[in-house]
């Protein structure tokens, strides 16, 4: 079992940049594949980014790719994604989920563990 914490939201001006980190307790981070998700307000929640258990594949949302990078430090059992050149429709709660294998696809239920969210708010 693993339990995540999200940190690193808060409010930002359209244009900016902003790193959130997914923490993961447990000893086996490195056998978790770890995707970031995000929902906004009365919508479903929407696949992010993912990387795999060695880092070597990071697929992405078509709506991210080029403006945010996702990465992990194994040693320090963390996930972070770097989020530039920031819109207003990026604003949302962002979650990170773990999924116990090699699945870095985008169904949200495919993922086995989730923090709590952190609120990224992107104003004009």
């Known amino acids: 079992q693993v339990q995540l914490v999200e940190s690193g939201g808060g409010l930002v001006q359209a244009g900016g940049s902003l790193r959130l980190s997914c923490a993961a307790s447990?000893?086996?981070?490195?056998?978790?594949?770890i995707a970031w998700f995000r929902q906004a307000p009365g919508k479903e929640r929407e696949f992010v980014a993912a990387?795999?258990?060695?880092?070597?594949?990071?697929p992405y949302a078509d709506s991210v790719k080029g403006r945010f990078t996702i990465s992990r430090d194994n040693a320090k059992n963390t996930v972070y994604v770097q989020m530039n050149s920031l819109k207003q429709e990026d604003t949302a709660v962002y979650y990170c989920?773990?999924?116990?294998?090699?699945?870095?696809?985008?169904?949200?239920?495919?993922?086995?563990?989730w923090g709590q969210g952190t609120q990224v708010t992107v104003s004009s």
């Open positions: 989920g773990a999924n116990n294998g090699y699945y870095i696809g985008s169904i949200a239920s495919k993922y086995d563990y």
């Open positions: 447990g000893r086996t981070f490195s056998s978790y594949a």
């Open positions: 990387i795999s258990r060695s880092g070597s594949l990071t």
